[in-house]
């Protein structure tokens, strides 16, 4: 029987039709015992605690590990000379997470962004921070069906539920930037995997409306406004390579976008081969590399995890790499028990949403 003789006979023998709404919790009664949302969240609530209960006591974790002893940030001669500060902006550029799959960094990534804030803390003391922006280089989750066997991959199965982690993490980065410097724009770059169909990147602009700007496949922001010009073109990036931080598809996208643009491009940013490069010249195109918070298993080296912070003083930017305690980060890579650490990191996240989740 199709669907239009379906409507047409509850029409003859006047059958009321539901709203979606409607069918929506009859379907939440019917397929969790009768109870109502409310009561079918706070069970969901109470196996996640079960859940993250049983696995501190077996697995104790620190999400506050070290940070590295060698950082460095650039000091133009003029701020010892003269003994001023300089107006500057910041950009932080942070890609490829891949919340929601089993080889997640959390030490390794809660590392970084603790060497990130005591390098802005530094940079305070020599500059005139005007301005800061955040931008999110593609694959923040692992997203679903990426790849053939992705679902035995990932911890997390739905790609909701992999925005939700990615909500309550990116809240608590926003929390220990700000103590420094104020984000003025969160930027969302489309990466591989937020495919069309389910492009988490939308979700994460509702969530983070009106601080977050979603730019689709690429972005060429003026990071150097509003105190000069200085234009860069981020985007995700493709393509394969065992050895080399850019792939060959890559470079000829790279060359012949820059070669369409109406606008003078500085720098390219991109992300996608978790290979942390501060600069890389390309017959010509200075092009920059972010790295990834994800154990790679695909090739026998391990690719170096880190973010980039773009400096923006006095006409030239510096790209600094952000690189986490290269112990955490080795023990990490090394941990047999990796995926077992993400379940319980995992739990906390969506037990910490679900608890601040408000009520309708």
Same mark, same amino acid.
């Given at each position: ?43 969901? +609530? ?6 993250? *209960? *049983?696995? !501190? ?7 506050? =590990?070290? *940070?590295?002893?060698? $950082? ?7 701020? +010892? ?22 080889? &997640?960094?959390?030490?390794? &990534? ?20 005007? %301005? ?5 280089? /593609?694959?923040?989750? *692992? /997203? ?14 739905? /790609? ?9 993490? $990116? ?25 069309? @169909? ?35 073109? &981020?985007?995700?990036? %493709? ?10 598809? !890559? ?9 369409? +643009? ?16 501060? @600069?890389?010249?390309?017959? /010509? ?16 080296? !391990?690719? =170096? ?28 890579? #090394?941990?047999?028990? +990796?995926?077992?650490? #993400?379940?319980?990191?995992?739990? @906390? ?12």
């Amino acid at each position: 029987m199709t669907e239009a003789t379906v409507r047409r006979m509850m029409d003859k023998y006047g059958i009321p039709r539901r709203s979606n709404s409607d069918a929506h919790i009859n379907y939440y009664r019917r397929t969790s015992g009768g109870q109502s949302i409310e009561e079918t969240s706070r069970s969901t +609530l109470e196996s996640i605690e079960e859940l993250l *209960s *049983s696995l !501190q006591a077996v697995t104790p974790v620190n999400y506050d =590990p070290p *940070s590295r002893e060698n $950082l460095s940030i650039p000091i133009p001669l003029k701020c +010892l000379e003269k003994n001023r500060k300089l107006d500057a902006t910041v950009t932080l550029v942070l890609s490829d997470l891949h919340l929601g799959h089993e080889n &997640f960094l959390p030490d390794t &990534f809660w590392s970084t962004i603790s060497n990130l804030c005591r390098m802005l803390e530094a940079i305070q003391r020599f500059y005139n921070v005007k %301005r800061a922006n955040l931008v999110l280089n /593609g694959d923040i989750v *692992s /997203g679903i069906g990426v790849y053939r066997g992705q679902e035995f991959e990932n911890i997390v199965p739905r /790609g909701h539920w992999q925005v939700f982690l990615a909500e309550v993490l $990116l809240r608590k980065l926003l929390g220990k930037i700000e103590k420094h410097v104020k984000i003025h724009r969160m930027y969302l770059i489309k990466g591989t995997h937020e495919t069309r @169909e389910n492009n988490y990147m939308l979700y994460l602009r509702k969530i983070f409306h009106p601080l977050s700007v979603y730019s689709s496949k690429s972005l060429i922001l003026n990071i150097a406004e509003p105190i000069g010009k200085y234009n860069i073109l &981020f985007t995700h990036g %493709r393509g394969r390579s065992s050895y080399y931080p850019v792939s060959y598809e !890559q470079v000829r996208n790279i060359w012949k976008a820059v070669r369409q +643009l109406d606008v003078p491009v500085e720098k390219v940013c991109v992300g996608h081969s978790h290979w942390l490069t501060p @600069e890389l010249d390309l017959e /010509g195109v200075s092009v920059c590399v972010t790295g990834g918070f994800q154990k790679w298993e695909y090739t026998v080296p !391990q690719r =170096p995890c880190g973010m980039l912070l773009i400096l923006y003083s006095e006409g030239e930017a510096s790209i600094v790499p952000v690189r986490p305690n290269p112990d955490i980060e080795a023990r990490e890579k #090394n941990e047999p028990a +990796l995926e077992y650490k #993400n379940m319980r990191y995992y739990a @906390e996240l969506l037990a910490e949403h679900m608890k601040n989740e408000p009520a309708n």
